[in-house]
């Protein structure tokens, strides 16, 4: 049975990750608060931004500047999106 979790994002019981997406403590609020669903969102979105705006994740600013997006976008507020992108219907 997959663990559920109260997802910050969708402020529903979603199933959740199946490990922290990242190490300390900023993984496992990742884990104990957002989806999968969200998550795999998230991943999408920022393929999306970082090939738009040809991001560096060598460069210490570009990964501030997705850290920043990820918080906004996981947490339902305004965020950065690919600007030249229509979704698919």
């Known amino acids: 049975m997959s663990r559920t979790v109260f997802c910050r994002k969708y402020q ?3 199933p959740g990750l199946p490990n ?9 609020d990742i884990f104990e608060n957002v989806s999968q669903k ?6 999408k979105q920022q393929t999306m931004l970082i090939n738009e705006k040809q991001l560096s994740m060598m460069n210490p600013e570009h990964r501030k500047y997705l850290q920043t997006e990820m918080d906004k976008f996981l947490s339902n507020q305004d965020h950065d999106k690919a600007e ?6």
């Open 12 to 14: 529903e019981q979603l």
């Open 20 to 28: 922290p997406p990242y190490p300390g403590a900023k993984g496992q």
């Open 38 to 43: 969200a998550w795999q969102e998230w991943q």
């Open 84 to 89: 030249g992108f229509v979704p698919q219907e």
